[in-house]
């Protein structure tokens, strides 16, 4: 309230917003301070953005369920995780975090038939056929497709790195503990309590914390999350070689969000 009173750019301020994926935050923050001292031109920026991140939600939303139904129907365990699933499971509500596409991890061994399921659905891979992201592109452990009129984007994954890159969260524990979360009338499996943790800090470590919106994601687990052991959670990713990666997220999640750290249990 203090820096809206003094005077602030809102051109460079909107720009920032959109950079670091909060416009969300911000509407909502200027909407509640300050909405009438927002220039005509930002008010209308802000207002057409949240118009249209609404609609993309609704539509990307409406994607995953179609896709949780399919896979469902041939018997494809799959988790949701990023995205959608993200927006509902820690913020509570679609429009209060920007993405634009819907991630979904696979067991690798059923991946051709998540890919078949996939062309059913009208998704289409600019990566090549099938033969050749097998041979060049595995060591992503992830393929992108999308449909032709560009409505949605899904990014296909079975694994949460390459082999030989190291990440906080095993694969293989995702599967362990799973939440369903409701969007429509489907339940929809995700990522959640600790694992959702080591998700988030090794993403944001692999991104190198580029983006504000990853940093809110850790703080808002944190702050959500007060229960967590998060000795335990450290103990796990320095077991994967990356006990940094939850330090940092954590130092971050303080120095900029001031959001206090549970104390070591």
């Not at 399921?117 to 056929?129: C, H, K, N, P």
């Not at 600790?194 to 994601?217: C, I, P, Q, S």
Request: charged share 25%.
């Amino acid at each position: 309230r203090d820096l809206l009173r003094k005077g602030i750019d809102h051109p460079s301020l909107v720009r920032l917003a959109e950079g670091h994926g909060v416009r969300p935050q911000l509407f909502q923050c200027l909407s509640d301070l300050s909405w009438e001292a927002v220039p005509e031109r930002e008010r209308d920026s802000l207002e057409r953005f949240r118009q249209r991140h609404l609609v993309r939600t609704l539509t990307l939303s409406s994607e995953l369920h179609r896709l949780a139904a399919a896979f469902e129907s041939r018997v494809i365990p799959f988790v949701a995780f990023k995205g959608p699933a993200l927006a509902v499971s820690l913020y509570g509500d679609l429009a209060l975090r920007e993405f634009n596409d819907i991630d979904v991890l696979v067991p690798e061994h059923r991946l051709d038939e998540a890919e078949d399921v996939l062309a059913l659905l009208g998704y289409r891979s600019d990566q090549g056929e099938r033969a050749f992201r097998r041979a060049f592109l595995a060591h992503l452990r992830q393929h992108a497709f999308a449909r032709a009129d560009g409505v949605a984007a899904i990014d296909l994954h079975w694994a949460l790195s390459g082999p030989h890159v190291p990440f906080p969260l095993r694969t293989a524990d995702i599967w362990n503990d799973l939440r369903p979360i409701s969007i429509g009338d489907r339940e929809i499996p995700t990522v959640t309590g600790a694992n959702l943790a080591l998700l988030l800090a090794g993403h944001g470590t692999k991104e190198m914390w580029k983006l504000l919106k990853w940093v809110r994601d850790f703080a808002l687990t944190i702050d959500r999350h007060r229960d967590l052991d998060w000795s335990a959670i450290h103990r796990r990713a320095l077991g994967q070689g990356c006990g940094d990666a939850v330090l940092l997220g954590c130092a971050m999640a303080q120095a900029l969000l001031e959001v206090a750290i549970p104390g070591a249990r």
